[in-house]
């Protein structure tokens, strides 16, 4: 079995980018380019507010862990995961030990999300991933997690199905060729674009220019904005688009666009 090696790994959360976008994700681990937006930032602060929650906590027969670093060297991938929970497991099941915890337990993702369900299965790959990585590397049967989303207020429970480990396996390859192939694809317009950060970059309306968007915007800071903030003023180039350990972490991008709390739809 191929086993990739850890300088190879991929951030999670390029997953989610990769089925919403396959040229957002493109622009955000080729091209190296970042932006924010009212909803990327309403993102990174739900995370923020996670977080602050603190690392671990008990719940009754629950135990939880926030920012867990995720890794899965059979399907080249790493990242954190907003939330794991631990939940007593059934006298019957499977499960795993837990240290200073008596039984077995069963370990449960769940990801934060700043809006709502969305038609692609974006986050639910990405939810899945973070299982995968957690099987790989806890060597136990993750059989569901759960989408916690901002706007609604709910939780969306997600089963870890046959069909979409397969998807979420697919991806995976999919999004190591498409790093592999530094090519980045023609700009398509769709609805979706309007809530996209990276709008600017992409430029969708002008079927997108025949050289890289990163070097594009160069030339047009360079040549209209010499020592001016520029037109996009919270555009950024990232120095770098491989994950670094089991952190996920990604050169000079902000948190939200490191860890697997990236939401496409925002990140655009």
């Not at 980018?17 to 994700?25: I, N, S």
């Not at 969306?156 to 999004?175: C, D, G, I, Q, S």
Request: aromatic share 6%; charged share 25%.
């Amino acid at each position: 079995m191929l086993m990739y090696a850890e300088d190879d790994l991929l951030p999670i959360s390029a997953l989610q980018h990769l089925v919403f976008c396959e040229r957002q994700c493109a622009l955000i681990h080729l091209e190296g380019l970042w932006a924010e937006n009212p909803l990327t930032v309403e993102g990174r602060h739900l995370h923020e507010k996670v977080d602050e929650q603190g690392p671990s906590e008990s719940r009754g027969d629950i135990r939880i862990a926030r920012s867990l670093p995720l890794r899965c060297l059979r399907l080249g991938l790493s990242g954190k995961a907003d939330v794991v929970e631990f939940h007593k497991a059934d006298a019957d099941a499977p499960g795993i030990r837990l240290e200073g915890a008596r039984g077995l337990w069963v370990a449960f993702p769940v990801e934060y999300k700043r809006g709502r369900p969305k038609r692609e299965r974006c986050d639910e790959v990405q939810l899945c991933a973070q299982a995968l990585c957690l099987e790989e590397m806890l060597k136990t049967t993750i059989p569901q997690g759960a989408l916690f989303y901002g706007q609604t207020k709910r939780r969306l429970e997600v089963a870890f199905t046959p069909n979409l480990r397969n998807e979420t396996e697919k991806t995976a390859a999919r999004l190591h060729a498409l790093i592999a192939g530094r090519i980045t694809p023609k700009a398509s317009r769709q609805p979706k674009c309007d809530n996209c950060s990276l709008i600017h970059a992409c430029l969708p309306d002008n079927n997108a220019p025949e050289k890289s968007a990163a070097s594009y915007l160069a030339s047009v800071f360079a040549e209209t904005h010499a020592g001016g903030p520029g037109p996009w003023p919270y555009l950024r180039p990232r120095s770098s688009l491989r994950a670094t350990g089991a952190s996920g972490s990604l050169g000079s991008a902000p948190r939200a666009a490191e860890r697997d709390g990236q939401e496409g739809k925002s990140a655009a």
